[in-house]
């Protein structure tokens, strides 16, 4: 007899045998052992010690598991980084699909620019919708012609979608035109391998002929001013940092998570694909944090624009 991989900080433990779809699927993901602690309608999930031994295996099946989350009273799940690329993607798809909200669990940051100066952030903030809406209407023409060129020469899932760390830790999909193979995902650490910077490949076999061309000149972020309307990123911001990027920052590094990120941002100006280093990159969006003002958003805004038009460091 085997036991599930959840570990519940209550006095209830049940034992049940785990040779269900749902185990063999965490097995194959390679779930960290957690634990779970509920709070004031929110649920904590951390990686358990070594040496403790009270597990739930409480779930026979995905389905179960989405479905307890929804019965249950739990608005926002909150979730340690220890858990790896694997365990963050686990439990966010199944958030996603419980409705529930999802947040990384990250030191806070009060040096934020929302907090120094409220009416320069709502100003920012109304700026992003504005031109957010202004820009789709603009650009719509040049997207149908790209989704155009996409069924006839990448056949497939139009967007691209992908977890992403957002404002305060909270999980979000970023939107982007697909530039590489179909299910490209599950090869990304094989292409990747043993790389300590920034996941980028020039040479990435997964990109397509017509994704190349779409991201030397960053077409394939126009549907990320859908996430700008929705309130999950900026139009200039640091990096949304993905899962397998995220849990490889160091804890210091990690207050950064809490910024609103952009689609673009010093990070993009200054370097681009030429910097690769993780923590250089969080420094960088450190200094553009402290710096922050509505007129320096609004530079590095015009100097995207060059920046784009030569397709600098793009890959």
Not at 195 to 209: A, E
Not at 242 to 256: F, N, T
Not at 265 to 287: F, H, M, P, T, Y
Request: net charge positive; hydrophobic share 40%.
């Amino acid at each position: 007899m085997t036991t599930s991989k959840v570990l519940l900080t209550t006095s209830r433990i049940l034992t049940l045998k785990t040779d269900s779809p749902f185990e063999q699927k965490q097995r194959e993901r390679s779930l960290p052992e957690c634990m779970l602690r509920w709070r004031q309608k929110q649920l904590w999930v951390r990686c358990s010690e070594q040496g403790q031994r009270r597990y739930l295996p409480s779930l026979e099946s995905e389905p179960w598991f989405v479905d307890c989350l929804k019965r249950s009273s739990v608005r926002l799940v909150c979730l340690d980084p220890k858990l790896g690329e694997s365990g963050l993607k686990f439990w966010a798809d199944g958030c996603e699909q419980a409705n529930k909200k999802v947040f990384l669990r990250i030191p806070s940051n009060p040096e934020l620019p929302g907090n120094r100066s409220s009416v320069s952030w709502w100003l920012k903030r109304t700026i992003d919708w504005l031109a957010a809406g202004l820009l789709l209407l603009v650009l719509s023409p040049v997207m149908l012609g790209i989704i155009l060129l996409m069924r006839i020469y990448s056949p497939g899932p139009i967007f691209f979608q992908q977890w992403r760390v957002g404002e305060r830790g909270k999980l979000f999909r970023i939107i982007k035109f697909r530039t590489m193979m179909v299910d490209a995902e599950k090869l990304h650490h094989q292409v990747m391998g043993n790389q300590k910077g920034l996941h980028k490949r020039k040479d990435d076999p997964r990109v397509t002929p017509l994704g190349r061309w779409m991201r030397k000149y960053s077409l394939d972020e126009l549907p990320q001013l859908i996430n700008v309307l929705r309130g999950e990123m900026s139009l200039v911001g640091p990096r949304p940092w993905a899962l397998y990027d995220a849990v490889r920052i160091s804890p210091e590094g990690q207050k950064r998570l809490n910024a609103l990120p952009g689609i673009t941002g010093a990070w993009q100006v200054k370097a681009r694909s030429n910097l690769l280093d993780l923590e250089a990159i969080n420094r960088s969006d450190l200094e553009y944090l402290s710096t922050w003002s509505v007129g320096r958003d609004l530079q590095l805004l015009l100097l995207t624009i060059p920046k784009v038009l030569s397709g600098f460091g793009a890959y």
